[in-house]
């Protein structure tokens, strides 16, 4: 049973644009949400996180959007970049800090910026 | 500050044998996470440690184990490889707050 879904496998946008890259999750228990970048043969690169707590966060390019109602999260690339073409994972975990952590990831969104 | 490292980034073995894969996590960081990278089941967790003791394990069989040492490296091994043990293995290291994960480059196992 998937968890956490992304249910775009590729996007592709042009330079410039905005990119949206969507998540959703099925369990409710989840309270942190994370994105990661991910290049061939790299592990993946943290990008932004979002607690349960808040709707938005923002952090230069990058915002991600969280609706707990509807188990939904997005991220938005303004304005996308050639250099931001990679997988982009969704991934969710919950508990407080300094407990144990496991994260759960999506299968990935192939994201390609077009120059 | 150096980053997550890996050993050996790429590894060749055969079916039975077994494998240690090493990760030393960023300094300062007392939890150290590692998952498995499939094409078909994406990036699954494997286990978590943090000062020494495994804290949570995800849904694999025995044959996948690990340890941390005093100084938060950590290894991890699997015993009597399969196939489909064929993979990305990444380690992952957290200070022991918040929720954020650093990876490290992964070690690609093939097993032939």
């Known amino acids: 049973d998937q968890q956490v879904k992304q249910n775009s496998p590729s996007l592709s946008v042009q330079e410039g644009r905005i990119s949206i890259l969507n998540c959703d999750y099925t369990?409710?228990?989840?309270?942190?949400f994370l994105w990661y970048k991910k290049y061939p043969a790299e592990g993946p690169t943290f990008l932004i996180s979002i607690s349960s707590i808040k709707d938005k966060n923002e952090d230069g390019r990058f915002t991600v959007f969280l609706n707990k109602s509807a188990k939904h999260l997005s991220l938005h690339i303004v304005p996308s970049q050639p250099g931001d073409s990679a997988v982009y994972f969704c991934?969710?975990?919950?508990?407080?800090?300094?407990?144990?952590?496991?994260?759960?990831f999506g299968s990935g969104t192939q994201l390609t910026v077009l120059p | 500050k150096a980053g997550v490292t890996q050993t050996p980034r790429y590894l060749i073995k055969t079916r039975g044998q077994q494998v240690t894969l090493s990760c030393s996590p960023i300094?300062?960081?007392?939890?150290v996470s590692w998952y498995q990278q499939t094409p078909g089941q994406g990036l699954q967790f494997l286990f978590e440690y943090f000062s020494e003791t495994q804290r949570n394990k995800g849904n694999f069989p025995g044959r996948f184990s690990g340890r941390q040492f005093s100084n938060s490296r950590s290894e991890m091994n699997v015993s009597t490889l399969e196939l489909g043990d064929s993979a990305l293995y990444l380690c992952a290291s957290n200070p022991g707050q918040g929720n954020e994960q650093f990876f490290g480059p992964g070690t690609r196992l093939t097993v032939l």
């Open positions: 369990n409710s228990m989840f309270d942190y």
């Open positions: 991934a969710a975990s919950r508990g407080y800090s300094g407990s144990a952590r496991q994260l759960t």
């Open positions: 300094s300062g960081h007392r939890s």
